[in-house]
Every structure is written in structure tokens, then in C-alpha cells.
T-cell receptor, first 110, second 113 residues
């Protein structure tokens, strides 16, 4: 059982559509991070959310940290083919041992 | 060049052989991590290290050994490779703190036949 559960596991949408992916846990985190990974590459950090209820925007991407700091969501507005990739959430298990969810694999079709 | 590098990028080995995957970072980050990535599992933590000579087990440490004699290097050894260890392995580093960014290498694709 993974510490962080991500849903959906796969998502295929048309260009221009909106989408939301989720990262949930029964544990409280001091912060959560979202990474994006492209084929053949390592993950790259998109954002870190720290405060419960925090909302951060990165162009068309909106990240939210749950009030109880147990969950987070990523919303993409007007998705583009360039958004295609694996989206991973990550959190520390109190020992600086950074753990990842299984990821959401997003495909945006032109 | 500054960054984090893994070698080799691709490796095929036979069951029962010992194989070592190398990881080198130039930032002097105190924390380093080894993950394996398999379809449906995301990144699973194998071992991590808070500093030279300090290592700890992650989620899936069985069958793996690590060492960290120098801050910049964190090799991962499969003592007797098994087919279930076929995977893509990623090394990462970061500074201390739960908010700090982790930087990843490009991965090593290991196939055990």
C-alpha cells in the first residue's frame, strides 16, 4: 500500500479540455510536492505546497493543498499536448525520506 | 558539468550476477535517494542517505546494498540480481528540509535476464 494514492491512474483527453488529478493520504504532511516526468527523463519539480488550504498557480496549472494537509489536487485548464506526461505527488514521511505516489499518466490529444 | 549523473544509462545482466549502479552529484547536497520505477507503482524508495556514512532503508530495500563514503557519490549494488529487479532506477539529491526540490538523474534501465 502506497503512502500517497493518486487518481486517476490514466487520463486521456482532447486538447482544450480541463482536468483535475488527485493525491490523497491518511497521513498529515508538512508539505507536498508535484513533479512531472517525461519519457526517458527523471521527474522535475512543478510546485511545493506548504500551508493547509494553500492554492498556487503556475500558468494553466492550479495546485491546492487540503486544509488538513493530507491531500492535494492539480487542475489543468485548457490542456495542451505539451502537458502530456506523468504527474507525481511526493511527500516526506517525517524522516526526510521522500515518498511518491504511483502517478497519473496524462495524454492530451491534439 | 554541474548536476546529477547516473551510469550506466542501460545495463543488461544475468540472474545471480552482482551489478553496481553509479550516481554522482556536483551540488554537495546532503540527501541522496535511490528509487525504482515500475509501471503502476510510480517511484518506490529503495534507500536514502542523509550524509556521508549515513544510510537508511526505504520501502523496498531487500536485495540492494548502498554505501556513501563521499558526499557526492551514492552507488547502488544488486548483490545477486534477480529478474524481479528489472526496472528503471533513479537517483536523486536535495538539500535538507521537506520543502526542498529534489533533482533527479536521467535513470538507469536495468534488465536482468
Amino acid at each position: 500500500t502506497q503512502l500517497l494514492e493518486q487518481s486517476p491512474q490514466f487520463l486521456s483527453i482532447q486538447e482544450g479540455e480541463n482536468l483535475t488529478v488527485y493525491c490523497n493520504s491518511s497521513s498529515v504532511f508538512s508539505s507536498l510536492q508535484w513533479y512531472r516526468q517525461e519519457p526517458g527523463e527523471g521527474p522535475v519539480l512543478l510546485v511545493t505546497v506548504v500551508t493547509g488550504g494553500e492554492v498556487k498557480k503556475l500558468k494553466r496549472l492550479t495546485f491546492q493543498f487540503g486544509d488538513a494537509r493530507k491531500d492535494s489536487s492539480l487542475h489543468i485548464t485548457a490542456a495542451q499536448p505539451g502537458d502530456t506526461g506523468l504527474y507525481l505527488c511526493a511527500g516526506d514521511n517525517n524522516n526526510n525520506d521522500m515518498r511518491f505516489g504511483a502517478g497519473t499518466r496524462l495524454t492530451v490529444k491534439p | 558539468d554541474a548536476g546529477i549523473t547516473q551510469s550506466p544509462r542501460y545495463k543488461i545482466t544475468e540472474t545471480g550476477r552482482q551489478v553496481t549502479l553509479m550516481c554522482h552529484q556536483t551540488w554537495s547536497h546532503s540527501y541522496m535517494f535511490w528509487y525504482r520505477q515500475d509501471l503502476g507503482h510510480g517511484l518506490r524508495l529503495i534507500y536514502y542517505s542523509a550524509a556521508a556514512d549515513i544510510t537508511d532503508k526505504g520501502e523496498v530495500p531487500d536485495g540492494y546494498v548502498v554505501s556513501r563514503s563521499k558526499t557526492e557519490n551514492f552507488p547502488l549494488t544488486l548483490e545477486s540480481a534477480t529478474r524481479s529487479q528489472t526496472s528503471v532506477y533513479f537517483c536523486a539529491s536535495r538539500q535538507p528540509g521537506t520543502n526542498t526540490e529534489a533533482f533527479f538523474g536521467q535513470g538507469t534501465r536495468l534488465t536482468v535476464v
